[in-house]
């Protein structure tokens, strides 16, 4: 999600406490990041690292694999229960391959009223049917979750990719088995 530095530290608090938080910024500035590790912290958020040499390091490196252009909206999570900690803001760093190979893209396909209502955070809204397009366009090693209502259609869209790609997979279940097993976790509202 995409938060300015102001905003930072009050929206921190609504942030999971144990959810990796990974900061950057275009160029990698110490400073900004340094302040933004902190502001998470001090909001409780106690998994923060900071990507070395920011989105300028990460176009060197892939180009503009995975990096999402156009306006991003600060949803806001639900129902956060988990305990908070404080740790002093020290900055430490990952390097653009790590977290490259750690990335997942989270395909929602429900329509925009269910995803609206709630969504697991960084989830991107597609249509089922524009579904197949969007995951062909990503890079091929990179790991896809597919979600949908009840597992249905998530699992119609991940099947349609058995033999050319080993890493698409759909949610079990769905939001609904999300929802029964994890309630809120992770889970965010659209503003608006």
């Not at 430490?92 to 955070?121: C, N, P």
């Not at 990503?138 to 998530?154: E, F, K, Q, W």
């Amino acid at each position: 999600m995409n938060v300015p530095l102001s905003d930072l530290a009050l929206r921190s608090t609504s942030l999971p406490a144990n959810a990796l938080t990974i900061v950057y910024d275009q160029s990698g500035a110490t400073a900004t990041l340094t302040a933004a590790t902190a502001a998470l912290r001090t909001g409780g958020v106690a998994s923060v690292y900071a990507m070395r040499g920011g989105l300028d390091a990460w176009n060197r490196a892939f180009g503009d694999d995975l990096v999402v252009r156009g306006d991003s909206v600060w949803g806001s999570f639900a129902q956060v229960s988990v305990s908070r900690v404080s740790a002093a803001p020290k900055l430490d760093y990952l390097d653009t391959s790590t977290i490259q190979g750690w990335y997942t893209v989270f395909v929602d396909v429900r329509d925009a009223t269910a995803y609206a209502a709630g969504h697991l955070a960084g989830a991107v809204n597609v249509s089922e049917a524009g579904a197949a397009n969007y995951v062909s366009a990503l890079p091929r090693n990179v790991a896809v979750v597919i979600i949908s209502d009840d597992g249905t259609a998530s699992d119609r869209v991940a099947a349609g990719f058995r033999g050319q790609r080993s890493k698409v997979w759909s949610l079990l279940g769905g939001m609904a088995e999300w929802t029964k097993q994890q309630g809120s976790f992770l889970v965010v509202t659209s503003a608006g």
